[in-house]
């Protein structure tokens, strides 16, 4: 079965080729008309989005030597995320079936983030957890199965990746600053300074305070203090932020006993993420499991993925299908389960 998968879901417009569980070919258009905004603006996005579709579609074509007639099944991400962004990729993904006369497919933009770590050997095996991290999202997650995933814990207002972005604005750093913190913060002593963690109940996450600690850190030294500090400032935001994730996917493992263990999303690619839970499990004897990077951000191929697991589970989308934006808004067959 020849699968054309398609992510629209923030500032990425990507494409990807599969044949079965194979992955043939990836293609991402990135956009960088946010950075000057400091953030994604959705109707930017959009537009750029209506602009890229096609042309990362025949990309990807063309690399894995196909033409858009042989497809025969077409998956598209239908949440959550930014809705004018969505429907980009539903609307394309609905015109490919109809033209076609192929099946169609829609993703849970989540799953897919997990599913990325079958992309390549080894996978976990089921059950694992995953820590999804990214800039929309911060989840802990029992994966039971291929489509049977449950939120232990998520973030109750900002993403890990949003508090890398935003702390990094404050500190006068470019979009996405979650990359240059994790940069300046190699160089830097992560006890330098102290912010605080957010005690949250249970698994769940807070990081909109840290935001305005940052704000209140900056306030009275001044950027002078902050330009001659950067690095132990970025070493020490990056520790707080690793070991509030750290924490609480320790804490997951031990209540589910799960000891395989998985990262997902674009803020898998911080170093002292990966350094940190490469300690923890070297002193809880946990085995793990992170994507290579195209596969950690935002990318079609995790979606291509996702769709082979769905349809071989028996799924099938219709044009009826509405995209949502937000994780409570999955329709049933796309959402997460609630117990086990
Ligand atoms: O998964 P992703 O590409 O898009 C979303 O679905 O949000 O993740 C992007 C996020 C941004 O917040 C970006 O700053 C963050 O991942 N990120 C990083 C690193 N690389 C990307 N954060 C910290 N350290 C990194 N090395
Ligand atoms: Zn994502």
């Known amino acids: 079965m020849l699968c054309l998968a398609l992510e629209t879901s923030c500032d990425d417009t990507a494409a990807a ?13 990135s956009q960088t008309i946010h950075t000057d905004w400091g ?4 109707e930017l996005a959009s537009r750029a989005h209506q602009q890229a579709i096609w042309p990362t579609v025949q990309q990807a074509l063309r690399q894995a030597d196909k033409s858009l007639k042989d497809i025969e099944l077409v ?6 995320g930014l809705l004018g962004a969505l429907l980009v990729g539903q609307t394309f993904a609905k015109g ?4 076609l006369n192929i099946p169609l497919l829609g993703i849970n933009h989540m799953q897919a983030h997990v599913l990325a770590n079958f992309i390549e050997e080894p996978h976990p095996p089921f059950p694992f957890l995953c820590l999804t991290v990214s800039g929309g999202h911060t989840q802990l997650v029992a994966v039971h199965g291929p489509l049977a995933m449950q939120v232990l814990g998520q973030t109750k207002d900002d993403a890990a990746g949003e508090a890398f972005d935003k702390c990094a604005k404050m500190l006068g750093l470019p979009y996405p600053g979650g990359p240059l913190i994790d940069n300046l913060a190699a160089t830097g002593n992560p006890l330098a300074f102290t912010f605080p963690i957010a005690q949250m109940p249970g698994l769940h996450y807070s990081f909109s305070g840290l ?8 306030e009275p030294r001044g950027t002078a203090f902050i330009e001659a500090n950067l690095a132990d400032v970025c070493a020490s935001l990056q520790y707080t932020i690793v070991q509030t994730l750290l924490a609480k996917l320790a804490r997951a493992a031990t209540e589910t006993g799960f000891m395989h263990i998985a990262l997902a999303g674009g803020v898998a690619a911080n170093a002292g993420l990966r350094h940190g839970l490469a ?3 070297e002193t809880k004897g946990w085995h793990t499991y992170i994507p290579q990077l195209a596969y950690c951000t935002d990318n079609a191929a995790m979606v291509g993925m ?3 697991f769905a349809w071989q589970a028996g799924r099938q989308g219709t044009l009826a299908d509405v995209a949502f934006t937000t994780h ?3 329709p049933a067959g796309l959402a997460f389960i609630t117990s086990w």
């Open 17 to 29: 080729v599969f044949n079965g569980s194979t992955l043939l070919a990836q293609a991402t258009a």
């Open 39 to 42: 953030g994604v603006v959705p």
């Open 75 to 80: 998956a598209y991400t239908q949440g959550p």
């Open 96 to 99: 490919v079936a109809l033209g």
């Open 211 to 218: 935001k305005t600690a940052v704000l209140r850190f900056i």
């Open 279 to 281: 300690k923890l499990a």
């Open 306 to 308: 996702a769709a082979h």
């Open 328 to 330: 409570d808004q999955a």
